[in-house]
């Protein structure tokens, strides 16, 4: 799929419980309840998702990762990352009006 034409954001009424000390959060979505543990590039794709574009959210998770992944690395994690959250329903896709 193709995010070059959306925006990403958090999906309402998450619940969200930083564990800084291993380096991991957990998510809980009420909307269907589950609960989901997230480890540190997911959480700081999630953080990201506050209605940017792929654009800019490609360019901040470059900026937080590198140099120690390379583009093309952070690139699919970040692809999969987005991919697994929107399954989990832990963020969404905001079409343009």
Known sequence: MSYRRVSFRKVANLRIRPVDEMGICIVFTPENPRLYTLNSSAWLIMELCDGRSWRSLERSYFATVEPSRSREVARL????????LIQQGVIELVEPA
């Open 77 to 84: 994690e970040l692809r999969r990352g987005i991919e697994d």
